[in-house]
C-alpha cells in the first residue's frame, strides 16, 4: 500500500478520434477511465465525420475530467503529472485535447508529456498485466491504425516494423458492413454474424502474402473491394446473400493475415511476447487464432480487456505514469500536436 | 481582481491581465496554424510578466468567436479547463464586439472577420458598444450594399477592398480590449456575458451516404 501511494497520480487526455477519454493512473493501478463517445452522432454518415467529433470534443471535455475524478475519488490537486495525446489523429480533434492538457498543467503547475497514441496503445496492458517484457512485438489494429511494432522500450524506442499500405483493419471492417447493410462501426455486428457463418464458405483473398510482398506490411483494401464484387454478382442473379457466411469468411482473411504476420514479426525479432492492441482486438476469431497460433510457436499473448483496447484516457495516463516511473522529460507547454506523428517519436518536447 | 483574458477566433492570438484597473500585461502573435502551440505560453508570459500564479487569476474572459473552429476551439477549451482547475467563473464575449469596441467609433459602422471560403464573420454597430445585427457569415458582396458608405473594421475590409471600400482599424482583436469590454460589463450589464459556447454559424462538412456505389464495371 505505501508503494502505492508512492506513485505518481498521472491524469491522461485522449482525444485524438472521437472518443474524449480522460483517465487516472497511479503507478500501474487504473483507478478511472473515463469515456465519452460521439460514435452515434457518425453512424448516419458511415465513418467518424472529424468536425463532429472536435465539436463533441469541446462539449465533454471537462465533464469527463470531472467523471474521473470523482470515479478515482482524487481532487485535480492531488495529480502530479498529466499526459496527453499528441499524435497520430485527426487534426482538430487532438487539438481540443493538447489544449485542455496544457490548460490544466499550466493551472496545477505539474508537467505535461505530449505522447504518441500508439505507444499508449501499447503500455496500457501495464495497468492489466504488469510490467511490459522487453523486446515484444505490438500489432495495433483498429479503424484507424493497423500496425506491427518492435518495442525494445515503451518510452524510448518503438521501431515500425510493418503497416497497412492502404485501408486499416478496422476501416474495412465499417466498409464490409456497409456493403452487408449492417451498419456502423461495422467490427463488432460483422464479429456477430460471423459467429453463424462457415470461414471457410468463400475463399477471399489474403492481400500482401505473395513470395514477392513485404512480409510485414498488410493490405485490406483489394479485400473489400473482393467482397463487394462477390455480394453484387448475387445480388444481380436475384440470388440471396449468406450473410454470416460473407460476413466469417471476410473476417477469416483479415485475422489470418493478421496473425500470420504478427507470429512472423515476433520470429524475426526474437521476441516471445505478442501484444495486441485497438479496437479489432476485441475481435473474437482474432483473439483465438492469435492465440492457437501463438502457442505454437511458443509466444506468449497478452490482450488487454476490450474497453482498454479502444481508446480511452487510461492508456495515455498508463504511459505518462511510465514517462515519469523512468525519469524522461517532460514536454514544453508550446509542443505541437501532429496528426502524421511517427510512432518512433514517443514524446513529443 | 485578476482577470486573465484571451481571442483565438483570428488569426491573432492575443492574451492579456487585468487587474480591475489596469491592463497589467498583454502578449499577441498572428499566426492561425499555431494557435495550439501559442496560447498556452501566451498566458504564462503574461502571468511572469505581471509576476503573478495562475492560482491567484480570479475569473477568465474569453473571445468566443464567430471565427475558424479549429482556432476557436483551443481558446474555448482552454478557458472551460482553466475555469474547472481553478474554480473561477469563465465569461464568453463576441469577438466582434472586442473589435468594435476597440475602434473607439461613436458613428454606425461594421466589423468584417474573414471566415475563410471567401467570406466573412461580419455584424452591424450603432456605436463601440452596441450591435445591431446578430453574428452573422456572408460572401463580402453579398452585404457590400447593405453597409454602403459605412466604415468596416477587422480583417475583412482588408481582405475585400472592393465590398468594403472605407477600411477602419483595428485588423484583429486584443486581448486587452476583450478585458476591458468585459470588466465593464461586469459592472453595467452582467446578463450580457455568454457561457462561453463557440458561436460556429456554419454546420460541419458532412454527407450523409447514398446509395452504396457499384465497385464492378461490368
Ligand atoms: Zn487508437
Request: aromatic share 4%; proline share 7%; with cysteine.
Amino acid at each position: 500500500m505505501t508503494a502505492l501511494k508512492d506513485s505518481p497520480l498521472v491524469l491522461g487526455f485522449e482525444t485524438s478520434c472521437d472518443e474524449t477519454g480522460v483517465g487516472i493512473v497511479r503507478g500501474n493501478t487504473l483507478l478511472a477511465d473515463a469515456v465519452a463517445s460521439s460514435v452515434d452522432e457518425h453512424a448516419r454518415f458511415g465513418g467518424v465525420v472529424p468536425e463532429v467529433a472536435s465539436r463533441a470534443h469541446l462539449e465533454a471535455m471537462v465533464p469527463t475530467v470531472q467523471r474521473a475524478l470523482a470515479d478515482a475519488g482524487v481532487t485535480l490537486a492531488d495529480i502530479d503529472a498529466i499526459a496527453v495525446t499528441a499524435g497520430p489523429g485527426l487534426a482538430g480533434a487532438l487539438l481540443v485535447g493538447a489544449a485542455a492538457a496544457k490548460a490544466y498543467a499550466l493551472a496545477l503547475d505539474k508537467p505535461i508529456y505530449g505522447v504518441n497514441h500508439l505507444a499508449a496503445h501499447i503500455c496500457v496492458d501495464q495497468l492489466e498485466h504488469g510490467p511490459l517484457p522487453e523486446g515484444c512485438v505490438a500489432m495495433l489494429v483498429s479503424g484507424g491504425h493497423s500496425s506491427l511494432l518492435f518495442v525494445p522500450d515503451v518510452t524510448g524506442d518503438v521501431q515500425p516494423l510493418g503497416q497497412t499500405i492502404d485501408d486499416a483493419a478496422g476501416e474495412a471492417f465499417d466498409k464490409v458492413a456497409r456493403v452487408l447493410g449492417l451498419g456502423f462501426p461495422g467490427g463488432p455486428l460483422i464479429d456477430k454474424a460471423a459467429r453463424e457463418g462457415d470461414p471457410e464458405a468463400i475463399a477471399f483473398p489474403r492481400g500482401l502474402t505473395g513470395p514477392r510482398d513485404a512480409p510485414l506490411d498488410f493490405s485490406f483494401s483489394g479485400l473489400k473491394t473482393s467482397v463487394a464484387r462477390w455480394v453484387e454478382r448475387r445480388e444481380r442473379a436475384g440470388e440471396k446473400i449468406p450473410l454470416a457466411d460473407v460476413a466469417a469468411s471476410f473476417q477469416e482473411a483479415v485475422v489470418d493475415v493478421l496473425t500470420r504476420k504478427a507470429i512472423l514479426a515476433c520470429k524475426e525479432n526474437g521476441a516471445d511476447h505478442l501484444l495486441i492492441g485497438g479496437g479489432v482486438a476485441a475481435n473474437s476469431r482474432l483473439r483465438v487464432l492469435a492465440e492457437e497460433r501463438a502457442t505454437k510457436a511458443g509466444i506468449r499473448v497478452r490482450v488487454p480487456r476490450p474497453n482498454l483496447c479502444t481508446d480511452n484516457g487510461a492508456m495515455v495516463a498508463a504511459l505518462g505514469s511510465e514517462l515519469v516511473r523512468r525519469g524522461r522529460a517532460p514536454s514544453h507547454l508550446d509542443f505541437p500536436s501532429d496528426s502524421s506523428q511517427s510512432v518512433v517519436d514517443v514524446v513529443v518536447r | 481582481m485578476l482577470l486573465l483574458a484571451f481571442d483565438t477566433a483570428t488569426p491573432a492570438i492575443t492574451v492579456a491581465l487585468h487587474d480591475g484597473t489596469h491592463v497589467l500585461a498583454e502578449s499577441t502573435t498572428v499566426d492561425a496554424r499555431r494557435t495550439g502551440e501559442l496560447l498556452a505560453p501566451g498566458i504564462t508570459a503574461v502571468l511572469t510578466a505581471a509576476g503573478r500564479k495562475p492560482g491567484e487569476l480570479t475569473g477568465v474572459a474569453v473571445g468566443v468567436g464567430p471565427g475558424p473552429f479549429t482556432g476557436l476551439r483551443v481558446g474555448l477549451v482552454t478557458a472551460r479547463a482553466l475555469g474547472d482547475a481553478l474554480g473561477i467563473p469563465i465569461h464568453g464575449v463576441c469577438t466582434l464586439d472586442v473589435v468594435a469596441y476597440q475602434t473607439k467609433t461613436e458613428e454606425p459602422f461594421a466589423v468584417a472577420t474573414d471566415a475563410r471560403r471567401k467570406e466573412v464573420y461580419w455584424a452591424q454597430y450603432t456605436d463601440r458598444f452596441t450591435r445591431s445585427t446578430e453574428p452573422d457569415v456572408a460572401h463580402p458582396s453579398l452585404i457590400s450594399e447593405r453597409l454602403t458608405g459605412l466604415p468596416v473594421a477587422g480583417e475583412g475590409a482588408v481582405l475585400y477592398p472592393e465590398a468594403f471600400p472605407k477600411a477602419i482599424g483595428p485588423r484583429h482583436p486584443s486581448a486587452g480590449a476583450l478585458a476591458e469590454l468585459t470588466i465593464r460589463r461586469l459592472q453595467s450589464d452582467p446578463d450580457s456575458l455568454m457561457f462561453p459556447e463557440p458561436l460556429y454559424l456554419r454546420r460541419p462538412d458532412a454527407v450523409e451516404p447514398g446509395t452504396r456505389k457499384r465497385v464492378s464495371t461490368s
